[in-house]
């Protein structure tokens, strides 16, 4: 017995020796085998990658080469399925500490863990602020993690509605990447295949340019320590590794000034529940800044889906009445037609009857005036009056010049043809339309195409697409352009458009207060130039609801007027 257990303890003795030696070896001798290269495969086997992009798309950029987007890295709310045992519960707890919808998070993991498996993360929310992430870290939900991602719609985001957003691909369309072998399944060799998963630009410049902006991988990945299931390990911390530049991805560059466009927006939400501004610079035909009212959160799409109008661009949409601004293309016509002299008078007895009895009503009765008091006093009957002189097919034909279609031909009776003129029945436009109008009489009836993306950059930023300015074409001539501007600037002046004159630079242009389709519904307009000496911007306003969401009471000399100012001196400010 004695002997064995002597010989049991040197063979302890020697698996012991060896052991240490091994020790050693592995600890002093820097080889394959070595002890730091076993430790680095150990934590590389724990290690997990996650994607440090929300999107792997290009920038979109205004002229400065600003983002207006707002990308950037940012806390974001990560869940790792796979350490979530009780998906209603944690769902439930998170909108409980940030707000974040329940059934909103539930169904998010739920197809997340379908789709993707239960070891790949998902985001859930973009874009904490500090309260969240302090409430998140402290709590330390199973499953739960606050990581920097870079996302691409941060909170200072503009021109939302330009812009666009991003959502799931839906079937029609995934049967149509499948179709064409665009897809991961049916053509997994190209960089760019579409995975179900993915998001793509459905609406705005998003969408337009869908293909010259989608990526093909991350630029970065967040390297951590995970657990058995995937999650991070809180504590251990965590690296930013930074990859080659992505080669596919393409950024858009636009014709938007960012500074401009922050000054719409911040003087809409001051003052405009619904409705659009559009600001043109006059030389170029360039647009400066487009916006519309209601805003949406691009990162909370879904939530608008069956809400009333909140992603419609009204600045491009052809469906609004435009009253009055709309009558410098009848003027424009019967000037060009020699049909009008501008100091000729007429009378307005506050009413124009047509012989059907059929009635068009001026806001009063102005009694006898000039051509230059029918625009700044916005006389309707005056107007109907110049609308049948211009006649049905030359009203037409200025319009489509000046960048309008009108709903009226050789058939039409004079009383539509009188609405028409006035902006009233006959022709929609959009508020770009109506920018526009004014920036073709501002340099003296050069028609320009407008133009919002100016160029295609690669990955590096080298110009590998330009979008030129379009030549203009003389539409108008210059001494009719003359007498229209002449006529604008008393409007601004002392006429209608008082509250849009900017001190020391001046302004031309002209109120509008149109009726809409609904009953008791008005459109407010005002839209015109700035300065009166080498006209530089273009600027048209169009309310639909003041900041109340009201309707009642809307005038464009009172409404639109007022907002017309406030964003040319902003502009001008910061010019200065």
Request: glycine residues 8%; charged residues 25%; contains cysteine.
């Amino acid at each position: 017995m004695r002997k064995r257990i002597i010989s049991i303890l040197g063979l302890f003795t020697v698996l012991l020796f060896l052991l240490a030696a091994r020790t050693a070896y592995l600890q002093l001798w820097d080889g394959p085998n070595s002890g730091q290269t076993l430790a680095q495969k150990a934590v590389k086997y724990r290690s997990q990658a996650i994607p440090g992009e929300e999107y792997y798309r290009g920038e979109i950029l205004d002229r400065n080469l600003q983002s207006l987007t707002d990308s950037g890295i940012r806390p974001t709310l990560v869940a790792f399925p796979a350490s979530i045992k009780n998906v209603k519960e944690t769902a439930a707890e998170l909108e409980r500490l940030i707000g974040l919808e329940a059934e909103y998070t539930e169904t998010t993991l739920k197809k997340g863990q379908e789709s993707q498996g239960n070891r790949t993360p998902l985001i859930l929310k973009a874009n904490l602020d500090t309260v969240q992430v302090e409430i998140l870290t402290t709590r330390k939900l199973p499953g739960i993690a606050v990581l920097p991602i870079k996302t691409r719609y941060g909170p200072k985001a503009v021109a939302n509605h330009l812009i666009g957003h991003l959502n799931s691909i839906s079937e029609k369309q995934w049967k149509k990447f499948s179709e064409q072998k665009r897809t991961a399944e049916t053509n997994p060799r190209v960089p760019t295949a579409y995975k179900i998963t993915d998001k793509m630009g459905v609406a705005g410049l998003e969408a337009k340019f869908e293909d010259v902006l989608k990526g093909s991988r991350p630029e970065s990945r967040i390297i951590g320590i995970a657990d058995a299931n995937g999650q991070l390990l809180q504590g251990l911390g965590y690296k930013i590794q930074h990859d080659r530049a992505d080669a596919w991805r393409n950024h858009l560059v636009l014709t938007l000034d960012r500074r401009y466009q922050e000054i719409v927006e911040k003087v809409m939400d001051e003052h405009i529940g619904r409705g659009a501004v559009v600001v043109l610079d006059i030389p170029t035909g360039d647009v400066l800044a487009v916006a519309s009212r209601p805003n949406f959160n691009q990162n909370e799409v879904g939530k608008y889906l069956t809400g009333f109008d909140e992603l419609i661009d009204r600045t491009q949409r052809v469906a609004f009445f435009p009253g009055s601004v709309f009558k410098m293309v009848v003027a424009a016509g019967v000037l060009e037609e020699h049909l009008l002299q501008p100091e000729e008078t007429f009378t307005c007895t506050g009413t124009y009857t047509f012989p059907d009895g059929t009635e068009i009503k001026c806001l009063r009765e102005h009694g006898q005036v000039t051509f230059y008091d029918a625009v700044s006093k916005s006389c309707n009957t005056t107007f109907v009056q110049l609308g049948l002189r211009l006649g049905n097919s030359k009203l037409t034909e200025y319009a489509v010049k000046l960048g309008f279609t009108v709903n009226i031909n050789s058939k039409s009776p004079p009383a539509k043809l009188g609405n028409t003129s006035i902006g009233q029945q006959g022709v929609l436009v959009s508020p770009l339309q109506i920018a526009n109008l004014y920036a073709t009489l501002a340099r003296n009836g050069a028609y320009i195409t407008p133009r919002i993306v100016a160029e295609i950059r690669n990955h590096q930023g080298d110009l590998i697409q330009e979008f030129p300015n379009k030549p203009p074409v003389q539409v108008i001539s210059n001494d009719t352009c003359n007498i229209l501007k002449k006529a604008l600037v008393l409007t601004a002046q002392s006429g209608s458009g008082k509250q849009a004159w900017v001190e020391e630079k001046g302004t031309g242009g002209k109120t509008g207060t149109a009726q809409a389709n609904d009953k008791d519904k008005v459109i407010a307009w005002f839209a015109g130039f700035t300065p009166v000496e080498n006209p530089r911007l273009a600027i048209a306003v169009m309310i639909e609801e003041n900041e109340g969401g009201h309707n009642s009471g809307l005038r464009g000399g009172d409404n639109a007027a007022p907002v017309f100012k406030k964003i040319a001196e902003e502009i001008f400010k910061i010019d200065n």
